[in-house]
């Protein structure tokens, strides 16, 4: 029996473009192409959604009414290269440098990118997309997380108060935005 070489996949290393991500299904999957390579995970869980949609009502009138530029929630793409493609919980784009933002998504560094953690994608988020983040010029990296004496539940995730110690983190566009005032416990990692 002889197996025409088209039915076989291709030997060797498979390295992943936008043009492909593009036809990846819309089945409610979240799908990340980094470096070529793709990364699946499941919808955000509920705690996830609802931080990111008390984030986006404080942060969006925020920008608005100082004509800062715009906020943008997932699924939105950022195409950092043709082989990095990654959709960030939340994104900000500054007035002057809005002609990266397409009806698709972005073309290039947003100025602000957050990641809220979620125990399947943590590792990536504090290392692959910092690194990656960071090559590619976004100038600040917010990562929320749950605090670390909280045990696992349902629940909204906090941004830090100025009272927990820890660095509240700004973008310089949005420097006067504190999230600390909206938000319990909780904290912030990574601004690069």
């Not at 390295?15 to 089945?27: N, R």
């Amino acid at each position: 029996m002889t197996i025409d070489a088209r039915e076989q996949p291709p030997a060797g290393h498979i390295v992943l473009t936008y043009e492909d991500y593009c036809a990846l299904p819309d089945d409610g999957r979240r799908y990340e192409i980094i470096e070529g390579e793709l990364y699946v995970t499941p919808s955000p869980g509920r705690a996830h959604q609802q931080f990111a949609a008390n984030l986006l009502v404080a942060l969006k009138p925020f920008v608005a009414a100082r004509g800062l530029g715009e906020v943008f929630i997932a699924p939105f793409d950022v195409i950092l290269e043709e082989t990095s493609v990654v959709v960030p919980d939340l994104l900000f784009v500054s007035r002057e440098r809005s002609g990266i933002v397409t009806d698709r998504g972005v073309r290039g560094a947003p100025d602000l990118i957050v990641e809220i953690l979620s125990p399947g994608t943590g590792r990536r988020d504090r290392v692959e997309k910092a690194k990656l983040y960071a090559r590619h010029g976004v100038r600040h990296y917010w990562l929320a997380a749950r605090p670390s004496s909280s045990p696992p539940r349902p629940g909204p995730l906090t941004l830090p108060s100025p009272a927990s110690g820890e660095r509240v983190l700004s973008s310089s566009s949005v420097s006067s935005f504190s999230p600390s005032p909206l938000w319990g416990e909780g904290r912030v990692r990574g601004d690069t």
